[in-house]
């Protein structure tokens, strides 16, 4: 009757300790989880902000129109990272246009970069992408392909502009490997466009 005793208590104390432990990892792995994905976020609307703060209003455009999940803005940034400018206004000069675009098939936010020539009039005059030249004018969504990932788990994304200002809203879900509501985090940016 002991013995009985014993080994149901022992039961007992093993099943609560593990229990303990379970609930452990699983907070340990949720916030791991978090991590990951504020982490990619972050970085991702840390390095847009970088640009738009670099980059001119004239030069923005949103796909679609008003209320988008791309957006696209000139760059002053040569192929040594420095900003060049025009040595008779002063003024910039646009070596690139940058996209950042949603791919909602992949879940990611992506980046791509297309070189402006030096004979191309927005080396000096910024427009938006879709009267560039070079490529012959093509909507923003002609330019949503290629490029590299800038965030993953990325599920929501919306860009908007007024006064100036690029606001970037970004959703994310990171799996969890032990439930099957996934961790959920949102970002919101507000950029300005200082050139």
């Not at 192929?79 to 675009?101: E, I, K, T």
């Amino acid at each position: 009757m002991e013995l009985m005793l014993a080994m149901s208590l022992l039961a007992g104390l093993l099943t609560f300790t593990f229990l303990i432990f379970r609930m452990g990892s699983n907070s340990w792995k949720s916030v791991e989880a978090k991590a990951k994905l504020q982490s990619e976020m972050q970085v991702a609307t840390a390095r847009l902000t970088r640009e738009v703060e670099r980059s001119t209003y004239a030069s923005a455009s949103l796909d679609p129109p008003g209320v988008g999940s791309a957006c696209s803005f000139a760059c002053p940034l040569d192929n040594q990272a420095q900003v060049s400018l025009n040595s008779g206004s002063g003024r910039p000069d646009w070596h690139q246009y940058l996209v950042f675009y949603h791919n909602a098939t992949t879940r990611e936010l992506w980046f791509r970069s297309l070189p402006i020539g030096a004979g191309d009039p927005e080396r000096t005059s910024a427009e938006p992408i879709e009267l560039f030249d070079a490529a012959g004018p093509q909507p923003l969504a002609f330019f949503r392909n290629q490029g590299k990932p800038l965030a993953r788990w990325v599920v929501g994304c919306r860009f908007t502009m007024s006064a100036g200002l690029l606001q970037g809203e970004l959703a994310g879900e990171h799996p969890r490997s032990w439930s099957a509501t996934p961790e959920r985090f949102s970002l919101r940016v507000v950029s300005l466009f200082r050139n």
